[in-house]
């Protein structure tokens, strides 16, 4: 007896998204491009008004048209000359490696004024591709309001605008910093390492990154920033020759917990724009000329209990991924955990200017584009007060906090990477959105 015929199969339906979901997302788009526009207003105007003192580029530029040219960034003479020809008036040290000024060679080969436009149009555009482009990158359940709250600190952080105006390294940074992130999602190691080798090429710091990968079980990854990294720094020796980095390395040293680079003129290490561990705990425990200690402890006292702060922070990092890895929840947690890597790397140098947590940027887009955070009313007000705290003007060598309770104050920037650094690392909330480990 022939069988029935099977029912035709029906097709799955496809979700339509409710009305309430679609004008939500609506109004989300629309407040992004209203904050792009206002922040493209901004950008004209600065432009424009002659804000673009480049504090900070001066120095990047000059350093790597020296480079260029076979003369040392690291000898204060050449950089003096450099400063006068242009009739600046003043330069800071030249800080980085030489790999930086190899990857900054093309603006070197531009006229000062036509590499400070490119460079500052370049920055602009690069940290809102980061904030239109990096909540899908990371793949984040609530990219609409990952969005908004990066359109927000680009149109009205304080710390931006500070980036901009002193033509600083803090937009590239967070990009790799996305990018490397970007790769891991998607379990492209080889990437994710390249962009951090390129970020250590950069900027020294993320060899931290490198190591937080190896720890996560990213060995592949870790080779790849390595071997990126070592290659770029030969090319760099080959260049410049190796007389130029041991100049460099020597520079690097001094800065150190308690030092400054050109001690005679600076201290750095305590300016109140220095949001560091290290800077705070001199303005609490020593003499020195912006605030009233709460104790007259000694430098060595200062830097000693900096390295504590340190040990603790990497610590807590360190016992965290272990702990996740033994529980099988190592790729859970595999974003938050990295990106509170990239916090330790601003809090753990003597050197942390505000204008630093521009490199946040990435870890702001997981934390508002985090379902559990959300749903949580508590959860968003704390994101909220973070994002608001990031970004306030704020004047930290004002003579409101160089007493008493006010001193903490001064270091307001550090407060809220602090908070991040450990909701990232200890929350399960920020985790949910993650394919659980199947290793």
């Not at 555009?125 to 927000?152: D, I, M, S, T």
């Not at 020294?204 to 920033?225: D, E, F, H, K, N």
């Not at 020195?288 to 200690?293: A, E």
């Not at 360190?318 to 996740?324: D, G, S, V």
């Amino acid at each position: 007896m022939a069988s029935a015929p099977r029912p035709p199969r029906l097709a799955r339906p496809i979700p339509v998204a409710s009305p309430s979901r679609t004008r939500r997302g609506r109004l989300l788009e629309g407040l992004v491009l209203a904050l792009l526009a206002l922040s493209l207003a901004e950008a004209l105007t600065l432009a424009a008004g002659g804000a673009l003192h480049g504090n900070d580029f001066k120095h990047l530029w000059a350093g790597a048209w020296l480079l260029a040219h076979g003369r040392s960034p690291y000898q204060p003479e050449n950089l003096f000359k450099v400063a006068r020809s242009f009739g600046w008036g003043a330069i800071n040290p030249y800080v980085t490696l030489p790999t930086t000024g190899l990857l900054m060679r093309p603006l070197a080969a531009l006229d000062y004024g036509v590499a400070k436009q490119v460079w500052f149009w370049l920055n602009w555009a690069l940290a809102w591709g980061v904030v239109l482009r990096g909540p899908g990158l990371l793949r984040v359940a609530r990219p609409g309001l990952a969005r908004l709250a990066g359109a927000v600190f680009l149109a009205g952080a304080f710390p931006f605008f500070r980036q901009m105006t002193a033509g600083q390294m803090n937009v590239v940074m967070a990009a790799l910093i996305l990018g490397a992130g970007a790769a891991l999602v998607r379990g492209r190691e080889r990437w994710a390492g390249a962009a951090l080798g390129l970020g250590v090429a950069w900027k020294i710091s993320p060899a931290l990154l490198i190591a937080a990968l190896a720890v996560q079980g990213r060995r592949r990854a870790a080779l790849w920033g390595l071997a990126v990294g070592a290659a770029l720094l030969l090319v760099s020796v080959a260049l410049y020759g190796w007389p130029i980095h041991r100049e460099a390395l020597s520079v690097v040293r001094q800065m150190g917990y308690g030092q400054s680079t050109w001690a005679s003129q600076n201290d750095f290490y305590r300016d109140p724009f220095n949001q560091s561990p290290n800077a705070l705990l001199h303005h609490l425990l020593t003499q020195n000329p912006y605030t009233t200690p709460w104790l007259h402890g000694t430098p060595a006292l200062a830097d000693g209990l900096t390295v504590v702060v340190s040990l603790a922070l990497g610590a807590a990092w360190l016992a965290q991924a272990l702990r996740l890895r033994r529980r099988g929840q190592a790729r859970q947690a595999e974003m938050p955990l990295f990106l509170a890597a990239t916090l330790a790397m601003l809090l753990l140098p003597s050197l942390m200017w505000d204008h630093y947590v521009v490199q946040a940027l990435p870890a702001l887009l997981w934390l508002f584009g985090s379902r559990g955070v959300a749903r949580s009313p508590a959860r968003v007000a704390g994101a909220l007060a973070i994002l608001l705290t990031l970004g306030v003007l704020w004047r930290h060598g004002a003579p409101a906090w160089s007493g008493g309770l006010g001193v903490p104050l001064m270091s307001l920037r550090l407060w809220p990477l602090l908070a991040l650094y450990g909701w990232l690392l200890y929350d399960p909330a920020l985790w949910a959105d993650a394919p659980a480990d199947k290793t």
